[in-house]
């Protein structure tokens, strides 16, 4: 019969779930200006953010996704910035009740396809081959209607 060698207390400790001291709460909690600034004042930082900075904010930590996803402040004025290229695809997304930011998301990069359509772009491409992966979207016959009559003028 073998004997089992004794096993050392240590190596089989429980650990308590690690609990943070108050002061090292106080220091993270510092590091959220979200839970600190009022709100009015942290809708001024986040809309000074360009689109995808924004994105990329909500998705830091819970209280800044919290405070960019429920302001739809913040999305409609990317989105009107948009809607100079798509203002018919915009209206009809809110006539139809998307929020600003579902409206954003789903005309954003149409927008910006039309956008480098409209000012010629891709004016000199000789063949399909030749168009840049992202230069293509789906869009209505008006907006296609949009490109040619741009194309036809240059």
Known sequence: MQKTPKRNKQ??????????PPDKKKRESQ???VALLPPEVCFQIFSELDI???CNAAMACKSWNHAI???DCLWRNHCLTVRTVCQREIDYDRQNG?????TLLR????CKVKQEW????????RS?????????YPMDVDTWGEILEAELER
Do not use: C, H, V
């Not at 399909?128 to 293509?136: A, D, I, Q, T, V």
């Open 52 to 54: 995808q900075s924004l």
């Open 128 to 136: 399909r081959s030749s168009l840049p992966e992202n230069s293509m």
């Open 31 to 33: 590091d959220d200006f």
């Open 11 to 20: 190596s089989f400790a429980y650990e308590e779930p690690t609990i943070l």
């Open 69 to 71: 996803e429920n302001n």
């Open 107 to 110: 005309n954003y990069w149409k």
């Open 118 to 125: 409209l000012s010629g772009k891709y004016s000199n491409i």
């Open 98 to 102: 998307y929020s600003w930011k579902i």
